[in-house]
Protein backbone atom coordinates (compact mmCIF):
# COMPACT_ATOMS: atom_id res chain seq x y z
CA UNK A 1 0.00 0.00 0.00
CA UNK A 2 2.73 2.44 1.01
CA UNK A 3 6.27 2.35 0.21
CA UNK A 4 9.51 4.16 0.77
CA UNK A 5 12.64 3.05 -1.59
CA UNK A 6 15.66 5.07 -0.01
CA UNK A 7 14.20 8.32 0.42
CA UNK A 8 16.38 11.17 1.36
CA UNK A 9 14.58 14.71 2.67
CA UNK A 10 16.82 17.35 3.19
CA UNK A 11 16.10 21.20 3.70
CA UNK A 12 17.95 24.10 1.66
CA UNK A 13 19.46 24.70 5.47
CA UNK A 14 21.26 21.25 4.88
CA UNK A 15 19.23 19.97 8.07
CA UNK A 16 18.88 15.62 6.87
CA UNK A 17 15.49 15.12 8.00
CA UNK A 18 15.29 11.96 6.79
CA UNK A 19 17.98 9.50 6.05
CA UNK A 20 17.85 6.59 3.36
CA UNK A 21 14.32 5.44 4.39
CA UNK A 22 13.17 2.10 3.02
CA UNK A 23 9.90 0.01 4.14
CA UNK A 24 6.90 -1.50 3.06
CA UNK A 25 3.28 -0.86 4.89
CA UNK A 26 0.79 -3.61 3.60
CA UNK A 27 -2.50 -3.27 2.93
CA UNK A 28 -5.03 -3.26 6.07
CA UNK A 29 -1.87 -3.24 8.23
CA UNK A 30 -2.28 -0.79 11.45
CA UNK A 31 1.46 0.40 11.98
CA UNK A 32 3.09 3.28 14.38
CA UNK A 33 5.69 5.17 13.43
CA UNK A 34 7.94 6.58 17.38
CA UNK A 35 10.54 8.74 18.04
CA UNK A 36 11.76 11.60 20.02
CA UNK A 37 10.35 15.16 18.48
CA UNK A 38 12.34 15.92 15.63
CA UNK A 39 13.07 12.59 14.80
CA UNK A 40 11.29 13.00 10.86
CA UNK A 41 7.83 11.42 11.93
CA UNK A 42 5.61 14.86 10.45
CA UNK A 43 8.23 14.46 7.73
CA UNK A 44 7.83 11.25 6.90
CA UNK A 45 3.70 11.33 6.86
CA UNK A 46 4.12 14.82 4.80
CA UNK A 47 5.62 13.00 2.24
CA UNK A 48 3.20 10.68 2.00
CA UNK A 49 0.65 13.14 1.11
CA UNK A 50 2.94 15.06 -0.85
CA UNK A 51 2.82 18.04 0.80
CA UNK A 52 6.25 17.92 0.91
CA UNK A 53 8.58 16.84 -1.91
CA UNK A 54 12.04 13.85 -0.97
CA UNK A 55 15.29 15.10 -2.15
CA UNK A 56 15.35 11.80 -3.76
CA UNK A 57 14.28 8.38 -3.73
CA UNK A 58 10.99 7.25 -4.50
CA UNK A 59 7.38 6.82 -2.54
CA UNK A 60 4.69 4.97 -4.01
CA UNK A 61 0.99 5.24 -2.66
CA UNK A 62 -1.70 2.70 -3.70
CA UNK A 63 0.46 2.15 -6.90
CA UNK A 64 0.91 5.88 -7.65
CA UNK A 65 4.55 7.28 -7.44
CA UNK A 66 3.81 10.04 -4.87
CA UNK A 67 7.28 11.85 -6.27
CA UNK A 68 6.72 11.83 -10.03
CA UNK A 69 2.93 12.67 -9.67
CA UNK A 70 1.96 15.88 -11.50
CA UNK A 71 0.55 18.99 -9.36
CA UNK A 72 -2.56 18.76 -10.77
CA UNK A 73 -2.74 15.22 -9.60
CA UNK A 74 -1.83 15.61 -6.10
CA UNK A 75 -5.81 16.54 -4.93
CA UNK A 76 -6.76 13.09 -6.19
CA UNK A 77 -3.77 11.00 -4.67
CA UNK A 78 -4.72 13.11 -0.85
CA UNK A 79 -8.73 11.82 -1.50
CA UNK A 80 -7.00 8.74 -1.17
CA UNK A 81 -5.79 9.86 1.92
CA UNK A 82 -7.24 10.67 5.13
CA UNK A 83 -5.26 12.74 7.53
CA UNK A 84 -5.26 14.22 10.91
CA UNK A 85 -2.59 17.15 11.43
CA UNK A 86 -1.13 17.57 14.40
CA UNK A 87 -2.22 20.85 14.49
CA UNK A 88 -6.16 19.97 14.02
CA UNK A 89 -6.84 22.32 10.99
CA UNK A 90 -10.44 22.61 11.98
CA UNK A 91 -12.07 25.55 10.87
CA UNK A 92 -13.74 27.18 13.11
CA UNK A 93 -16.44 29.34 11.35
CA UNK A 94 -18.43 26.73 10.97
CA UNK A 95 -20.42 23.98 12.76
CA UNK A 96 -19.36 20.62 13.40
CA UNK A 97 -21.45 19.47 10.49
CA UNK A 98 -19.86 21.72 7.94
CA UNK A 99 -16.45 21.06 9.28
CA UNK A 100 -17.37 17.30 8.71
CA UNK A 101 -19.05 18.14 5.02
CA UNK A 102 -15.82 19.68 4.20
CA UNK A 103 -14.31 16.43 1.97
CA UNK A 104 -17.27 15.43 1.04
CA UNK A 105 -18.09 18.89 -0.90
CA UNK A 106 -14.81 18.44 -2.72
CA UNK A 107 -15.38 15.11 -3.93
CA UNK A 108 -18.57 16.38 -4.94
CA UNK A 109 -21.36 14.32 -3.18
CA UNK A 110 -24.85 14.85 -3.74
CA UNK A 111 -26.44 16.63 -0.84
CA UNK A 112 -28.60 13.83 0.68
CA UNK A 113 -25.59 11.24 0.30
CA UNK A 114 -23.48 13.80 2.41
CA UNK A 115 -25.68 13.90 4.57
CA UNK A 116 -25.99 11.00 5.39
CA UNK A 117 -22.09 10.23 5.52
CA UNK A 118 -21.67 13.02 7.84
CA UNK A 119 -24.77 11.62 10.44
CA UNK A 120 -22.77 8.29 9.55
CA UNK A 121 -19.25 9.47 10.49
CA UNK A 122 -20.06 11.99 13.70
CA UNK A 123 -21.99 9.01 15.11
CA UNK A 124 -19.19 6.24 14.76
CA UNK A 125 -16.80 9.08 16.68
CA UNK A 126 -19.77 9.45 19.49
CA UNK A 127 -20.42 13.45 18.35
CA UNK A 128 -23.61 13.12 16.64
CA UNK A 129 -25.18 15.27 19.56
CA UNK A 130 -22.98 18.10 18.49
CA UNK A 131 -23.43 18.25 15.27
CA UNK A 132 -24.62 21.73 14.85
CA UNK A 133 -22.03 23.29 17.92
CA UNK A 134 -19.05 25.29 16.97
CA UNK A 135 -15.58 23.88 17.00
CA UNK A 136 -14.63 26.53 19.84
CA UNK A 137 -17.40 24.48 22.22
CA UNK A 138 -15.68 20.85 21.83
CA UNK A 139 -13.48 19.86 25.04
CA UNK A 140 -10.16 18.45 23.58
CA UNK A 141 -11.14 15.01 23.07
CA UNK A 142 -14.23 16.22 21.03
CA UNK A 143 -11.89 18.16 18.97
CA UNK A 144 -9.78 15.67 18.17
CA UNK A 145 -12.52 13.12 17.21
CA UNK A 146 -13.86 15.99 14.98
CA UNK A 147 -10.68 15.47 13.29
CA UNK A 148 -11.18 11.82 12.81
CA UNK A 149 -15.05 12.06 11.63
CA UNK A 150 -13.36 14.67 9.21
CA UNK A 151 -10.47 12.34 7.84
CA UNK A 152 -13.22 8.94 7.47
CA UNK A 153 -16.00 10.67 6.42
CA UNK A 154 -14.76 10.27 2.34
CA UNK A 155 -13.90 6.50 3.24
CA UNK A 156 -10.15 6.68 2.33
CA UNK A 157 -7.97 3.72 1.93
CA UNK A 158 -5.58 4.73 4.16
CA UNK A 159 -5.94 6.78 7.56
CA UNK A 160 -2.79 8.85 8.71
CA UNK A 161 -2.65 10.77 11.90
CA UNK A 162 -0.02 13.10 13.31
CA UNK A 163 -0.05 12.36 17.38
CA UNK A 164 -3.51 12.56 17.77
CA UNK A 165 -3.28 11.92 21.27
CA UNK A 166 -1.35 14.71 22.16
CA UNK A 167 -2.22 17.13 25.09
CA UNK A 168 -5.14 14.44 25.92
CA UNK A 169 -5.48 12.18 29.34
CA UNK A 170 -4.96 8.75 29.38
CA UNK A 171 -9.12 7.72 29.23
CA UNK A 172 -8.73 10.27 25.61
CA UNK A 173 -6.51 8.77 24.22
CA UNK A 174 -7.87 5.16 24.94
CA UNK A 175 -10.89 6.05 23.83
CA UNK A 176 -9.37 7.94 20.17
CA UNK A 177 -7.09 4.70 19.74
CA UNK A 178 -10.51 2.20 19.86
CA UNK A 179 -11.54 4.46 17.55
CA UNK A 180 -8.71 3.98 15.06
CA UNK A 181 -8.23 0.05 15.64
CA UNK A 182 -12.58 0.06 14.57
CA UNK A 183 -11.24 1.38 11.33
CA UNK A 184 -8.53 -1.04 11.54
CA UNK A 185 -10.57 -3.77 11.80
CA UNK A 186 -12.80 -2.99 8.75
CA UNK A 187 -9.86 -3.09 6.73
CA UNK A 188 -8.20 0.63 6.60
CA UNK A 189 -4.69 0.46 6.59
CA UNK A 190 -3.92 3.02 9.69
CA UNK A 191 -0.72 4.78 10.12
CA UNK A 192 -0.38 7.01 13.28
CA UNK A 193 2.82 8.87 13.96
CA UNK A 194 2.99 9.16 18.15
CA UNK A 195 5.64 9.27 20.87
CA UNK A 196 2.63 8.12 23.24
CA UNK A 197 4.68 5.07 25.09
CA UNK A 198 1.58 3.79 27.15
CA UNK A 199 -0.61 3.80 23.86
CA UNK A 200 2.89 1.94 21.84
CA UNK A 201 2.63 -0.63 25.14
CA UNK A 202 -0.99 -1.18 24.26
CA UNK A 203 -0.74 -2.32 21.18
CA UNK A 204 0.31 -5.70 19.41
CA UNK A 205 1.27 -3.20 15.99
CA UNK A 206 4.51 -3.13 13.89
CA UNK A 207 6.46 -0.23 14.97
CA UNK A 208 8.64 2.20 12.66
CA UNK A 209 11.13 3.49 14.77
CA UNK A 210 12.67 6.89 13.68
CA UNK A 211 16.16 8.02 15.40
CA UNK A 212 17.11 11.34 13.86
CA UNK A 213 15.72 10.48 10.49
CA UNK A 214 17.04 6.79 10.28
CA UNK A 215 14.45 3.95 11.00
CA UNK A 216 15.74 2.04 13.55
CA UNK A 217 15.30 -2.36 13.02
CA UNK B 1 -22.78 15.53 -14.97
CA UNK B 2 -25.10 15.72 -11.74
CA UNK B 3 -21.60 16.00 -9.46
CA UNK B 4 -20.16 18.86 -11.62
CA UNK B 5 -24.10 20.78 -11.74
CA UNK B 6 -24.35 20.41 -7.84
CA UNK B 7 -20.89 21.20 -6.85
CA UNK B 8 -21.40 24.36 -9.12
CA UNK B 9 -24.71 24.88 -7.34
CA UNK B 10 -23.00 24.40 -3.83
CA UNK B 11 -20.24 27.08 -5.44
CA UNK B 12 -23.06 29.60 -6.06
CA UNK B 13 -24.73 28.70 -3.08
CA UNK B 14 -21.67 29.79 -0.75
CA UNK B 15 -21.11 33.07 -2.83
CA UNK B 16 -24.78 34.04 -2.40
CA UNK B 17 -24.30 33.07 1.36
CA UNK B 18 -21.11 35.14 1.86
CA UNK B 19 -22.73 38.76 -0.59
CA UNK B 20 -25.42 38.69 2.38
CA UNK B 21 -23.30 37.79 5.25
CA UNK B 22 -21.74 40.73 5.04
CA UNK B 23 -24.56 42.71 3.13
CA UNK B 24 -22.90 46.69 4.00
CA UNK B 25 -19.55 46.38 3.00
CA UNK B 26 -20.58 44.11 -0.36
CA UNK B 27 -22.91 46.53 -1.21
CA UNK B 28 -21.05 49.48 -0.69
CA UNK B 29 -18.51 47.95 -3.36
CA UNK B 30 -21.10 47.28 -5.60
CA UNK B 31 -22.74 50.39 -4.90
CA UNK B 32 -19.34 52.12 -6.44
CA UNK B 33 -18.89 49.90 -9.55
CA UNK B 34 -22.83 50.66 -10.35
CA UNK B 35 -22.01 54.73 -10.14
CA UNK B 36 -19.29 54.45 -11.73
CA UNK B 37 -21.04 52.90 -14.57
CA UNK B 38 -23.93 54.43 -14.44
CA UNK B 39 -22.25 57.87 -15.74
CA UNK B 40 -20.82 56.27 -19.41
CA UNK B 41 -24.48 54.29 -19.29
CA UNK B 42 -26.41 57.58 -19.18
CA UNK B 43 -24.37 59.35 -21.88
CA UNK B 44 -24.63 55.97 -24.12
CA UNK B 45 -28.31 56.14 -22.97
CA UNK B 46 -28.58 60.30 -24.16
CA UNK B 47 -26.69 59.95 -27.02
CA UNK B 48 -29.05 57.16 -28.03
CA UNK B 49 -31.57 58.82 -28.21
CA UNK B 50 -30.74 61.68 -29.68
CA UNK B 51 -28.88 59.67 -32.67
CA UNK B 52 -32.62 58.00 -33.38
CA UNK B 53 -34.39 61.26 -32.88
CA UNK B 54 -32.27 62.80 -35.17
CA UNK B 55 -32.37 59.78 -38.09
CA UNK B 56 -35.87 60.30 -38.34
CA UNK B 57 -35.28 63.93 -39.64
CA UNK B 58 -31.99 62.85 -41.43
CA UNK B 59 -34.42 59.97 -43.22
CA UNK B 60 -37.39 62.51 -44.19
CA UNK B 61 -35.92 65.96 -43.85
CA UNK B 62 -38.24 68.90 -43.27
CA UNK B 63 -38.68 72.09 -45.00
CA UNK B 64 -41.01 75.17 -43.65
CA UNK B 65 -42.11 77.68 -46.50
CA UNK B 66 -43.35 80.59 -45.72
CA UNK B 67 -44.86 82.96 -47.34
CA UNK B 68 -45.64 86.57 -47.77
CA UNK B 69 -47.54 87.99 -45.14
CA UNK B 70 -50.01 89.56 -47.84
CA UNK B 71 -50.26 86.16 -49.96
CA UNK B 72 -53.41 85.43 -51.59
CA UNK B 73 -55.67 82.48 -52.29
CA UNK B 74 -54.60 82.26 -55.63
CA UNK B 75 -50.82 82.22 -54.68
CA UNK B 76 -51.69 79.74 -52.03
CA UNK B 77 -53.32 77.67 -54.72
CA UNK B 78 -50.45 78.56 -57.36
CA UNK B 79 -47.79 77.18 -54.28
CA UNK B 80 -49.79 73.98 -53.78
CA UNK B 81 -49.88 73.04 -57.34
CA UNK B 82 -46.14 73.73 -58.12
CA UNK B 83 -45.83 71.62 -55.09
CA UNK B 84 -47.85 68.41 -55.87
CA UNK B 85 -45.48 68.37 -59.38
CA UNK B 86 -42.35 68.78 -58.05
CA UNK B 87 -39.89 65.92 -57.63
CA UNK B 88 -38.18 64.50 -54.27
CA UNK B 89 -41.32 65.28 -52.35
CA UNK B 90 -42.96 62.78 -50.42
CA UNK B 91 -45.66 65.03 -48.68
CA UNK B 92 -46.53 68.55 -47.38
CA UNK B 93 -48.90 70.22 -45.72
CA UNK B 94 -50.55 73.49 -45.46
CA UNK B 95 -50.73 75.55 -42.08
CA UNK B 96 -52.78 78.43 -42.97
CA UNK B 97 -51.94 81.54 -40.59
CA UNK B 98 -55.12 80.90 -38.30
CA UNK B 99 -54.37 77.89 -37.76
CA UNK B 100 -50.83 78.65 -36.90
CA UNK B 101 -51.76 81.31 -34.33
CA UNK B 102 -54.23 78.67 -33.23
CA UNK B 103 -51.30 76.82 -32.10
CA UNK B 104 -49.08 79.65 -30.86
CA UNK B 105 -51.84 80.74 -28.27
CA UNK B 106 -53.00 76.99 -26.93
CA UNK B 107 -49.22 75.59 -26.74
CA UNK B 108 -46.44 77.95 -26.22
CA UNK B 109 -48.60 79.77 -23.61
CA UNK B 110 -48.53 83.01 -25.55
CA UNK B 111 -52.32 83.22 -25.42
CA UNK B 112 -52.41 86.31 -24.01
CA UNK B 113 -50.80 88.34 -25.81
CA UNK B 114 -52.19 86.94 -29.20
CA UNK B 115 -55.32 87.47 -27.99
CA UNK B 116 -54.01 91.34 -28.17
CA UNK B 117 -52.93 91.38 -31.11
CA UNK B 118 -54.74 93.53 -33.75
CA UNK B 119 -54.09 91.59 -36.59
CA UNK B 120 -52.78 88.55 -37.49
CA UNK B 121 -48.71 88.61 -37.37
CA UNK B 122 -48.28 85.18 -38.80
CA UNK B 123 -47.78 84.17 -42.43
CA UNK B 124 -48.98 81.22 -44.27
CA UNK B 125 -46.99 78.17 -44.43
CA UNK B 126 -46.24 75.19 -45.89
CA UNK B 127 -44.66 71.92 -44.52
CA UNK B 128 -42.88 69.77 -46.78
CA UNK B 129 -41.85 66.41 -46.18
CA UNK B 130 -38.84 65.35 -48.44
CA UNK B 131 -37.11 61.88 -49.25
CA UNK B 132 -34.06 61.41 -48.03
CA UNK B 133 -31.64 63.26 -49.83
CA UNK B 134 -27.61 64.49 -49.27
CA UNK B 135 -27.26 68.16 -48.08
CA UNK B 136 -26.59 70.03 -50.89
CA UNK B 137 -29.16 68.74 -53.09
CA UNK B 138 -31.75 69.89 -50.25
CA UNK B 139 -30.10 73.28 -50.39
CA UNK B 140 -30.37 73.37 -54.06
CA UNK B 141 -34.49 72.85 -53.69
CA UNK B 142 -34.48 75.09 -50.81
CA UNK B 143 -33.25 77.68 -53.69
CA UNK B 144 -35.77 76.82 -56.40
CA UNK B 145 -38.47 77.05 -53.58
CA UNK B 146 -37.23 80.40 -52.63
CA UNK B 147 -37.64 81.89 -56.22
CA UNK B 148 -41.35 81.16 -56.58
CA UNK B 149 -43.51 83.51 -56.32
CA UNK B 150 -45.42 85.14 -53.16
CA UNK B 151 -42.94 82.88 -51.45
CA UNK B 152 -40.85 84.66 -48.87
CA UNK B 153 -38.56 82.68 -46.54
CA UNK B 154 -37.41 78.50 -47.22
CA UNK B 155 -35.96 77.05 -44.15
CA UNK B 156 -34.70 73.30 -43.92
CA UNK B 157 -36.06 72.39 -40.37
CA UNK B 158 -33.28 69.10 -40.40
CA UNK B 159 -29.95 70.80 -41.07
CA UNK B 160 -29.25 70.86 -37.12
CA UNK B 161 -29.48 67.14 -37.36
CA UNK B 162 -25.98 67.21 -39.57
CA UNK B 163 -24.35 69.14 -36.50
CA UNK B 164 -26.08 66.43 -33.75
CA UNK B 165 -24.87 63.63 -35.75
CA UNK B 166 -21.32 64.82 -35.93
CA UNK B 167 -21.83 65.32 -32.33
CA UNK B 168 -23.10 62.37 -31.55
CA UNK B 169 -20.43 61.08 -33.60
CA UNK B 170 -17.69 62.20 -31.24
CA UNK B 171 -19.76 61.54 -27.67
CA UNK B 172 -19.33 57.61 -28.79
CA UNK B 173 -15.87 57.83 -28.78
CA UNK B 174 -16.06 59.90 -25.32
CA UNK B 175 -17.97 56.84 -24.49
CA UNK B 176 -16.04 54.11 -25.58
CA UNK B 177 -12.90 55.62 -24.26
CA UNK B 178 -14.82 56.23 -20.37
CA UNK B 179 -16.52 52.86 -20.36
CA UNK B 180 -12.67 51.11 -21.17
CA UNK B 181 -11.58 53.02 -18.64
CA UNK B 182 -14.24 52.13 -15.50
CA UNK B 183 -14.18 48.61 -17.50
CA UNK B 184 -10.74 48.21 -16.21
CA UNK B 185 -11.41 50.16 -13.03
CA UNK B 186 -13.87 47.58 -12.57
CA UNK B 187 -11.40 44.99 -12.97
CA UNK B 188 -8.79 46.19 -10.05
CA UNK B 189 -11.77 46.87 -7.98
CA UNK B 190 -12.70 42.99 -7.94
CA UNK B 191 -8.79 41.91 -8.34
CA UNK B 192 -8.73 44.13 -4.90
CA UNK B 193 -11.58 42.46 -3.21
CA UNK B 194 -11.08 38.80 -4.52
CA UNK B 195 -7.63 39.54 -2.96
CA UNK B 196 -9.02 40.62 0.67
CA UNK B 197 -11.39 37.50 0.21
CA UNK B 198 -8.79 34.94 -0.35
CA UNK B 199 -7.15 36.48 2.57
CA UNK B 200 -9.66 36.17 4.56
CA UNK B 201 -9.81 32.72 3.84
CA UNK B 202 -6.00 31.29 4.10
CA UNK B 203 -7.50 29.02 6.45
CA UNK B 204 -10.03 27.53 4.86
CA UNK B 205 -7.78 27.01 1.23
CA UNK B 206 -5.57 25.40 3.08
CA UNK B 207 -7.35 22.82 4.80
CA UNK B 208 -9.00 22.38 1.36
CA UNK B 209 -6.04 22.03 -0.54
CA UNK B 210 -5.48 19.20 1.73
CA UNK B 211 -7.64 17.43 1.96
CA UNK B 212 -7.84 17.05 -2.00
CA UNK B 213 -9.41 20.17 -3.28
CA UNK B 214 -8.41 21.25 -6.87
CA UNK B 215 -7.67 24.28 -7.41
CA UNK B 216 -10.54 24.75 -9.58
CA UNK B 217 -12.82 24.05 -6.61
CA UNK B 218 -10.92 26.64 -4.48
CA UNK B 219 -11.35 29.15 -7.30
CA UNK B 220 -14.90 28.16 -8.45
CA UNK B 221 -16.72 30.52 -5.42
CA UNK B 222 -14.18 33.00 -6.03
CA UNK B 223 -15.16 33.96 -9.47
CA UNK B 224 -18.54 33.51 -9.01
CA UNK B 225 -18.90 36.11 -6.74
CA UNK B 226 -16.50 38.66 -9.33
CA UNK B 227 -19.24 37.74 -11.77
CA UNK B 228 -21.96 38.46 -9.17
CA UNK B 229 -20.73 41.66 -8.35
CA UNK B 230 -20.14 42.89 -12.13
CA UNK B 231 -23.54 41.79 -12.66
CA UNK B 232 -24.93 43.22 -9.50
CA UNK B 233 -23.13 46.23 -10.26
CA UNK B 234 -24.47 47.03 -13.57
CA UNK B 235 -27.55 46.40 -12.23
CA UNK B 236 -27.61 49.24 -10.29
CA UNK B 237 -26.26 51.48 -12.84
CA UNK B 238 -28.91 50.29 -15.28
CA UNK B 239 -31.15 51.43 -12.16
CA UNK B 240 -29.70 54.37 -11.76
CA UNK B 241 -30.43 54.94 -15.40
CA UNK B 242 -33.95 54.07 -15.73
CA UNK B 243 -34.79 56.05 -12.94
CA UNK B 244 -32.89 59.26 -14.09
CA UNK B 245 -34.57 58.72 -17.64
CA UNK B 246 -38.17 58.20 -15.79
CA UNK B 247 -37.34 61.58 -14.04
CA UNK B 248 -36.38 63.29 -17.16
CA UNK B 249 -38.96 62.12 -19.03
CA UNK B 250 -41.50 63.90 -16.59
CA UNK B 251 -40.29 67.06 -17.84
CA UNK B 252 -39.79 66.25 -21.24
CA UNK B 253 -43.14 65.85 -21.83
CA UNK B 254 -43.92 69.62 -21.08
CA UNK B 255 -41.40 70.67 -23.14
CA UNK B 256 -42.01 68.57 -25.86
CA UNK B 257 -45.52 70.25 -25.82
CA UNK B 258 -43.82 73.34 -26.45
CA UNK B 259 -42.08 72.25 -29.07
CA UNK B 260 -44.66 70.04 -30.87
CA UNK B 261 -42.18 67.27 -30.95
CA UNK B 262 -42.65 63.91 -29.54
CA UNK B 263 -39.50 64.07 -27.04
CA UNK B 264 -39.17 61.13 -24.77
CA UNK B 265 -36.48 59.18 -23.22
CA UNK B 266 -35.94 55.45 -24.49
CA UNK B 267 -34.60 53.13 -21.97
CA UNK B 268 -32.09 50.99 -22.60
CA UNK B 269 -33.29 47.85 -24.70
CA UNK B 270 -33.71 44.27 -23.14
CA UNK B 271 -30.67 42.96 -25.28
CA UNK B 272 -28.98 46.25 -24.16
CA UNK B 273 -29.49 45.66 -20.53
CA UNK B 274 -28.51 41.65 -21.12
CA UNK B 275 -25.52 42.69 -23.09
CA UNK B 276 -24.28 45.43 -20.36
CA UNK B 277 -24.59 42.14 -17.45
CA UNK B 278 -23.03 40.17 -19.51
CA UNK B 279 -19.91 42.04 -20.16
CA UNK B 280 -19.72 43.33 -16.54
CA UNK B 281 -20.18 40.29 -15.42
CA UNK B 282 -17.62 39.09 -17.48
CA UNK B 283 -15.35 42.19 -16.56
CA UNK B 284 -16.11 40.85 -13.13
CA UNK B 285 -14.71 37.40 -13.85
CA UNK B 286 -11.75 38.48 -15.13
CA UNK B 287 -10.73 40.75 -12.01
CA UNK B 288 -11.60 37.95 -10.03
CA UNK B 289 -9.28 35.16 -11.94
CA UNK B 290 -6.41 37.58 -11.85
CA UNK B 291 -6.34 37.82 -8.53
CA UNK B 292 -7.01 34.30 -7.91
CA UNK B 293 -3.98 33.05 -9.91
CA UNK B 294 -1.94 35.81 -8.33
CA UNK B 295 -2.77 34.83 -4.87
CA UNK B 296 -3.91 31.14 -4.36
CA UNK B 297 -0.56 29.90 -5.73
CA UNK B 298 0.88 31.53 -2.34
CA UNK B 299 -1.25 29.68 0.11
CA UNK B 300 0.33 26.16 0.08
CA UNK B 301 0.35 24.08 3.09
CA UNK B 302 3.25 23.41 5.59
Known amino acids: MITFD ?12 LTNLIFTIDAGEMVFITGHSGAGKSTLLKLIAAIEKPTSGSITVSDQ ?100 TANLDVAYAQNIMDVFRSFHQVGVTVLIATHDQTILNDSTARILSLNQGHLMV | MRVWISQHWQALGVT ?30 LLDNLQSFSDHFVHSPQISLFLEIDATESDIENINSRLESFDGITSFQFVSNEIALAQLQHESGMGDIALHLKKNPLPHAFIIHTQHM ?30 VHAFVKLGRVAVIMLSSLLGV ?17 QEEIEVSKLIGATDRFIRRPFLYFGALQGVVGALIAWIII ?30 QVLLLGVVAGFLGWLGARLSVAQHLSQIEPK
Open chain 2, 242 to 271: AVGAQKINDNLTELSQLYELSLRLNPLSLF
Open chain 2, 134 to 163: PPDKLEENRLTLQQWPAVSYVQVDSDWTRK
Open chain 1, 6 to 17: KVYKRYPDGYEA
Open chain 2, 16 to 45: AKQFFFKPVSNFLSVAVIGIAFSFPLGIYT
Open chain 2, 185 to 201: ALVIVIFNTIRLQILTK
Open chain 1, 65 to 164: IVNKLKKSMVPFLRRSLGIIFQDQKILYDRTVFANVMLPLQIHGFEKSVMERRVRAALDKVGLLNKEKAYPITLSGGEKQRLCIARAVVHRPLILIADEP
